[in-house]
């Protein structure tokens, strides 16, 4: 069973930066892919990016593409999303989830799911 908690949403101005973290705990967090997804309210959840277990592959949403850089440091079992050059419409609730298999865009190939962080960006 792996843990996932998420840190570093908040309140930000467009344009603005934000990293957000996700801490893995009670389990193999190191041997799964992660990824970060976001859903606004009214809206479906939207996958933003994925970062294969080594670290070695990512990809991205064309939404975020160029925008947020996904990493990861398995030394300390933590996923990170960095955002920058952040829209209004990149508030909604952030949560990273473990991947087991499957298509990462689709919620079905998670496995474990962290309870998310609100970015908000004001205009």
């Known amino acids: 069973q792996v843990q996932l908690v998420e840190s570093g949403g908040g309140l930000v101005q467009a344009g603005g930066s934000l990293r957000l973290s996700c801490a893995a705990s009670?389990?193999?967090?190191?041997?799964?892919?992660m990824g970060w997804s976001r859903q606004a309210p009214g809206k479906e959840r939207e996958f933003v990016a994925r970062?294969?277990?080594?670290?070695?592959?990512?990809i991205y949403a064309d939404s975020v593409k160029g925008r947020f850089t996904i990493s990861r440091d398995n030394a300390k079992n933590t996923v990170y999303l960095q955002m920058n050059s952040l829209k209004p419409e990149d508030t909604a609730v952030y949560t990273c989830?473990?991947?087991?298999?499957?298509?990462?865009?689709?919620?079905?190939?998670?496995?474990?799911w962290g309870q998310g962080t609100q970015v908000t960006v004001s205009s």
């Open positions: 970062i294969s277990w080594s670290g070695a592959s990512t």
């Open positions: 989830a473990a991947q087991g298999s499957g298509t990462w865009y689709k919620s079905e190939a998670y496995d474990y």
């Open positions: 009670g389990g193999t967090g190191s041997r799964y892919a």
